[in-house]
C-alpha cells in the first residue's frame, strides 16, 4: 500500500530529520573521542662521528635546553690541532717576514738600475736583481695565501671538534642513557633519547562525520584525565587528509604549549573545540 505524505506531514519530518543532524556537533564527537596527550617529537642523539665518550653531562629525566651539551667524545688530539691551527692563522709574521725580504731585493732592484745608467753596472747583475725581486714578491703572495690556507684549516678543525659534541636539537626532558662514558660511541648507535615536551602534540581520533566540522587553526581545550595539571587550550595545527578504512576515524593534530612541564606526555585527556 503505498502511503502518501501531506504537505505538513513532509515538513514535519523533514524538520526531524534536521534536527537529528543538527544533534551530532562536535563537541558530541570530541566527547567520546579517543584523545592522547604526546610528545612533539622523540629524539635519539646519536654523534656524527665515532669515538670513545669522554662525558655524558645529563642523567634520565634531566630537563635540558636547546643547544645544550649533553655528551663529548674524547677529542684532545683535535683540541690540540685546533689550537696550532689558530695560532698560524691569527699570525702574520711570516708575511711580514717575506715583505722584508722583497723590500730588501726592489731596494737592490733600484740601486742597479742607477748603477746601471751610469754604466757602472753590468746588465747580468741588474737581471739577477730583478729576478731575485720577482721571487721575494711571489714569497710575499704565498705567505698571504698560506695565511689564508691556514684560516680555512681552522674552520675546518672547528668543525670538526664540534662533530663530537652532541647538543640538544630543542628543549625536553631525558628518557633515556644507552651510553656511558669510556663506551664507544658511532652514528648508528644512540647515546641518549630526548623527548621534547613543549609544545605537546595532542592526538584525537574522530569518525568520518566530524571531517568537514574540524577547521585547521580552530583552538581547542585539553583537559588531562589525571589530575596534574588543570585545563590548557591549544591549536588544531593537523587534520589527516585520508581516513581510515578499516575504523573509519581520521587524525587531528593539537599543538598544546606547554611552557613549564607540567604536564608529562603519554597521557589520555579530554578535548572540546570552541
Known sequence: MNVWLTGASAVAL???FACAAR???LDDFAARASCLIAPNNVYKLAMPTQGAIAEVAVHRADRVEKGQIVAELESGVEKSQLEAARARASTDVFVRMKQAVYQATQAKVD?????RADKI???QSLEEAQSAAAVAKADVAQAELDRTLAGFDLQRLEATLQRRILRAPAKGVVTSVDLHAGEFADPANSIITLTETDPLKVDVYLPASAYSLVQLGRPATISPLDAVSGERTGEVITKDPQIDASSGLFLVEIKLPNPDGAIPAGIRCRVAFH
Open 14 to 16: 523533514a524538520t526531524l
Open 23 to 25: 544533534s551530532e556537533s
Open 121 to 123: 753596472s753590468s746588465q
Open 111 to 115: 740601486r742597479q738600475l742607477k748603477l
